[in-house]
């Protein structure tokens, strides 16, 4: 577990939660407690709180990029343009799940479909979400289909256990340091974290 540095964290939703929880374990850091989790407006709001609590102490935040902005440093000037240097702000090209795609091979077993029909690129990915989703719907398993993609006439963009799915394949299949190979915003949240990790 390196030193036993604590690292807290502030996400968006439960999915990231369980996404920077595994990278700070990855980085050789302990997760601490995980703020937020009500979306990004709410992150927004908070992003000063976070910075100065990680004048004390090591902190993630980890918001996607979506398309607020066109590059990642783009919303990090726009969010916090002082950033104190134990606040690791990191922002997922264009959303988490571009970094879970990144693990093609993991991704392809862990949803049934063939590991050619997963995107190559997938930071460069409008929608990841929808890409996902949109794999999903060509899984060999009937419990992925129902629990991954919405239902007709849901109005929904995802289906019912969409996050719980995710978790899921965070906890037990997902290999971050292969994922880094592919998404370059994920490299440098790792190094990020792996920083925070050597501090005392």
């Not at 002082?82 to 690791?88: E, F, G, K, S, Y």
């Not at 394949?169 to 880094?180: E, G």
Request: aromatic content about 6%.
């Amino acid at each position: 577990m390196g030193n036993g540095v604590v690292i807290s964290a502030a996400v968006e939703g439960i999915v990231d939660e369980a996404l920077a929880r595994a990278l700070i374990v990855f980085a050789g850091a302990i997760p601490g407690p995980t703020y937020g989790k009500e979306g990004k407006p709410f992150l927004r709001q908070r992003i000063a709180g976070y910075n100065a609590a990680a004048r004390h102490a090591p902190w993630l935040v980890l918001v996607d990029l979506d398309r607020e902005h066109d590059c990642a440093p783009a919303l990090r000037a726009a969010w916090l343009p002082q950033r104190v240097p134990r606040l690791c702000f990191r922002v997922a090209v264009r959303a988490i799940e571009a970094w879970l795609l990144a693990d093609v091979e993991q991704i392809a077993v862990f949803l049934s479909v063939a590991r050619e029909k997963v995107p190559r690129d997938p930071e460069a990915l409008t929608n990841p979400k929808a890409a996902l989703v949109q794999l999903a719907r060509g899984s060999r398993r009937k419990g992925v289909r129902e629990d991954i993609v919405p239902r007709d006439g849901s109005g929904r963009s995802v289906g019912p256990a969409y996050a719980s799915r995710l978790i899921e394949f965070i906890s037990t299949s997902w290999r971050p340091h292969i994922a880094a190979q592919q998404a370059a915003s994920l490299q440098r949240a790792i190094d990020c974290l792996k920083w925070l990790a050597t501090l005392t």
